[in-house]
């Protein structure tokens, strides 16, 4: 992730993603998201996997205060609640 960020080859993204576009899908790393609060549907999504799946896998989601005051963030707590989702 270190060498993505510092524009590297090796880095997950061969050093073009810089720290707004980590994605590595081996680790299960979906990506980061520039947009405010896009992240979080995308975990939700990532959760209606895994118990689709019936793997034993959880996904997490990191944002700021501000993203609190997105409609996504309500619609996802939301989602994730009434389907039960392993989301964090």
Not at 17 to 26: D, E, P, Q, R
Request: hydrophobic content about 45%; glycine content about 18%; charged content about 15%.
């Amino acid at each position: 992730m270190i060498a993505e960020v510092m524009g590297k080859q090796d880095g997950y993204c061969k050093g073009k993603g810089g720290t707004m576009h980590i994605t590595n899908f081996a680790l299960g790393i979906l990506g980061a998201i520039s947009v405010e609060a896009g992240g979080i549907p995308m975990t939700v999504g990532a959760g209606y996997s895994i118990k689709y799946r019936g793997t034993d896998q959880v996904a997490v989601s990191f944002f700021g205060d501000g993203a609190t005051n997105q409609g996504a963030f309500h619609e996802a707590l939301n989602m994730v609640s009434l389907w039960d989702l392993p989301v964090i």
